[in-house]
């Protein structure tokens, strides 16, 4: 029986058993409240991950990209299994690498739920985070366009030769990081080339953080992916139960961006074309000049 076949009679027997059952249920739930722990975002990328140093280890079509793809879920589940052992009771996962399908639903702990796929709009490599978060946790990181002794260093794509906030030059991790603050939520562990997490320290302060390999003339110096994962477990769960000791990143507004590109695309609506290949746009709203960003990057 639907309530639409329902006769008046039987719908009045239901409301009344349901205004029974609502004082009922909430003595109850306040005799067993359900203890919640930290909500932790974590957000991965693939150039910092341990042992990769050339571009088609990256790439979908590259000869060891399957190889690499497995390391980025073990560097990932070991963030998740930390976010766990610290206490975490929900954790999610960005999956921010190019077309943002590398990681594979089945290799992710299942604790932890999975973002996966472009989405639209300038969230992007936070694409899911909110002020339901306690900490952001990035994984295979890398430093920004033009950073000296870096493996694969770039900012976005490979046409950004620099983009600047409010005079503050910014990798991924710092404009991601701008993001994650406009919710309240600080950025506590960066995993990545020994070059990203002097960078992101530098901008974000003392967090936690694992090098899982150094530059050596281009090319890369690293542990092991069985070591890295088990730094990564270690720091992530470390840095999520201190967490009160770090800062969400912030600027005042408004924002003035100053992007330098090697090819120009389109100017975006209310951008200015400073000189060729340079172009600023002013907002205060932060997810509007990184819409900007994103349009002529
Ligand atoms: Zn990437």
Not at 94 to 109: A, I, Q, Y
Not at 152 to 179: K, Q
């Amino acid at each position: 029986m639907t309530l639409r076949t329902a006769s008046a009679r039987t719908r009045g027997a239901l409301f009344f058993a349901l205004s029974l059952a609502s004082p009922l249920a909430s003595p109850l739930a306040a005799q067993s409240p359900t203890p919640r722990g930290p909500k932790i975002f974590i957000s991965v990328d693939m150039e910092g991950l341990a042992g990769v140093v050339n571009n088609s280890d990256v790439s979908a079509s590259g000869p060891d990209y399957q190889m690499f793809r497995t390391i980025m879920a073990g560097e990932t589940n070991a963030a998740i299994a930390g976010a766990f052992l610290a206490g975490a009771t929900e954790v999610v996962v960005r999956d921010g690498h190019g077309s943002k399908n590398n990681l594979r639903p089945t290799d992710v702990d299942p604790r932890a739920t999975l973002l996966r796929g472009v989405s639209t709009g300038p969230k992007n490599m936070m694409e899911g985070i909110d002020s339901t978060f306690a900490a952001v946790v990035y994984i295979g990181y890398h430093a920004r366009a033009g950073t000296p002794n870096a493996i694969l260093e770039h900012t976005s794509t490979g046409n950004v030769l620099d983009v600047s906030i409010n005079g503050v030059s910014l990798p991924e991790g710092g404009y991601n990081a701008l993001v994650a603050g406009l919710y309240g939520v600080p950025v506590v562990f960066v995993a990545g080339d020994r070059a990203v997490v002097t960078q992101i320290r530098d901008l974000l302060g003392p967090i936690g953080a694992v090098a899982v390999k150094d530059e050596r003339n281009d090319a890369s110096l690293g542990l092991s992916p069985t070591r890295a994962v088990e730094q990564i477990r270690l720091g992530v769960a470390q840095a999520i139960r201190s967490r009160s000791s770090a800062k969400r990143y912030a600027m005042p507004s408004p924002y003035t961006m100053l992007l330098k590109v090697k090819t120009e695309r389109p100017l975006y609506p209310g951008a200015q074309r400073v000189r060729d290949g340079e172009f600023s746009f002013t907002s205060n709203n932060l997810l509007d000049v990184l819409s900007a960003f994103n349009a002529m990057k």
